[in-house]
């Protein structure tokens, strides 16, 4: 079963503008991880957060968690074309199983 | 960093017949190994949890008998998709941890497409 839920489905903007993306899960977490995977390819690992930690930088990435929401968002700021893919999140239950949300398709548009 | 591999990236096969896809951890031991199937446009959905040396633990709704893994050292683990129908055509992608990182992330191979005729 799925676990993580993202917010938008799509998103469509331009270059230059910040894209914001959230995710929403249902049980308890160790870490939160956020995924890109370009068309038709391998999944590329961005960001994780801890369970103890609320937000997290890495280079245009802001990673924010709210456990007493079970919820993160993900922003990517001054978009590029070459940031166009799909964005998953990940939660890791236990020290195993790392479950996958439906994932945000991002369009920037040059 | 870590680099996990795949093999093949993409085959093609004709209904009935077996296909083995290979991942390779090539520059770490990896005790655990995951496979994910994913359908187009959809998430990955875990199929199988892979251990070096001990049977793999197959999520609910996967069968065991058609997907076979064998993790035979701590660098390769190997799905195969026994009597291949049209409806096994997906996007096989595998993962595998860092036995020294428990609980860090995973990293990713480049997935095996697979298409059957």
């Known amino acids: 079963s799925q676990q993580g839920e993202e917010d938008p489905q799509a998103l469509s903007i331009q270059e230059g503008e910040n894209a914001t993306m959230n995710c929403s899960y249902k049980?308890?977490?160790?870490?939160l991880q956020w995924y890109r995977q370009n068309s038709g390819r391998g999944l590329v690992h961005l960001i994780l957060?801890?369970?103890?930690?609320r937000e997290k930088h890495s280079g245009r990435l802001r990673v924010t968690l709210d456990t007493s929401k079970k919820s993160s968002s993900l922003l990517i700021t001054a978009s590029r074309a070459a940031d166009t893919a799909s964005y998953f999140c990940?939660?890791?239950?236990?020290?195993?199983?790392?479950?996958f949300g439906k994932g945000t398709m991002l369009l920037v548009s040059p | 960093g870590a680099v996990v591999s795949q093999h093949p990236s993409w085959v093609i096969c004709k209904s009935g017949t077996s296909v083995k896809i290979e991942c390779r951890s090539l520059?770490?031991?990896?005790?655990?190994m995951f496979w994910y199937r994913q359908f187009p446009k959809q998430s990955l959905m875990l199929m199988a949890t892979?251990?070096?040396?001990?049977?793999?633990?197959?999520e609910q709704g996967v069968e065991k008998d058609k997907f076979l893994i064998n993790h035979a050292s701590l660098t390769l683990s190997t799905l195969t998709v026994t009597s291949a129908h049209p409806e096994d055509s997906s996007f096989y992608i595998c993962?595998?941890?860092?036995?020294?990182?428990?609980?860090?992330?995973?990293?990713f191979g480049p997935g095996t497409r697979l298409l059957v005729l």
């Open positions: 520059d770490f031991q990896a005790t655990t």
């Open positions: 892979s251990n070096e040396g001990s049977k793999a633990t197959y």
């Open positions: 993962s595998a941890r860092d036995a020294d990182r428990i609980g860090e992330t995973q990293y």
């Open positions: 049980t308890s977490i160790n870490n």
């Open positions: 957060i801890r369970s103890n930690e």
């Open positions: 990940a939660t890791l239950l236990g020290y195993s199983t790392l479950t």
